[in-house]
């Protein structure tokens, strides 16, 4: 709740009317069809790493 609903609710505003529920414009839904390549991703990022650290190292 921001300053202006909280102003009103001390003025006397009633609760269901200060605190309304904004209307669902979009919902995200996971792609369960890219979960195991996205499973990959850390392991990859992690061995790129290893290979780019270890001349340095």
Not at 2 to 25: E, I, K, N, Y
């Amino acid at each position: 709740m921001g300053a202006a609903g909280l102003a009103w609710q001390a003025t006397g505003g009633a609760l269901d009317d200060v605190c309304t529920t904004p209307p669902v414009v979009q919902a995200v839904v996971p792609e369960t069809s890219r979960r195991q390549r996205l499973r990959a991703r850390p392991d990859q990022f992690t061995s790129l790493c290893r290979a780019l650290l270890a001349p340095h190292a």
